[in-house]
């Protein structure tokens, strides 16, 4: 069982595939989507959950999606013809950090994916090449909320707190417009509902033979954010614009 197929089974309950409940979701993309005739691309799309409900609230709104997973794609296509908006989305089978289009877009997402670019600012210089002239940006991405352990920066990488983060988007020429920090409930929901999907699947199919795997997998993870850094990681969205239009 490969990594995709795992955040395949693990995202199955929460197919946001990020800490944040629904109505976090509604807001953000009430703050980002600039117009109901908006052409949006989201770079790491996985299942193209953000895209599909952008979709369903404008209808002359164009999508476009990302990823490296074909099984996501796949499953994007489905839901996105049983909502009837499959006419709308067209989606790519490939590297978001080298994905080219002949145009730009109004809104760029990627919430959750920085780590496609190694990193935020990494991420934000590629979404600065996809936009239209007064296009929006709404990305995600993982903070420290106090100081990590080492296992925390080992697990999740080089991250920087709140305010650090904040200065170094700014500096780099961008103003935020809207924002979210997910809530205590939202990590933790999001961590019980990777875990459990997972460990779910495993114990519905005993004898697949990625049972133990899908377990063991369910179980390291769960034991790395209760012991690691569930108490020191926070998740922030940013729908920003750059400053100098």
Known sequence: MDRQQISRLAHAHHPIAAPLDDDSVRRLLAHAVPGDGARVLDLGCGGAEWLLRALTGHPRLTAEGVDVSA?????????????????????????????????????????????????????LAAAREHLAPGGRVLVGDGFWEREPSPEAVESLGDLDDLPTTLDRVVADGWTPVGGHISTRRELDDYEWAWTGALAAWALDHPADPDRAQALETAIAHRDGWRRGYRDCLGFLCLALRPTDT
């Not at 499959?86 to 920085?114: K, N, Q, W």
């Open 71 to 123: 099984s996501a794609l796949d499953h994007a296509r489905g839901a996105a013809a049983r909502l009837g908006v499959a006419d709308r989305l067209t989606l790519h089978h490939e590297d978001a950090a080298r994905f080219a289009a002949p145009h730009g877009f109004d809104l760029v997402l990627c919430v959750g994916s920085t780590h496609a670019f190694g990193g935020l600012p990494a991420t």
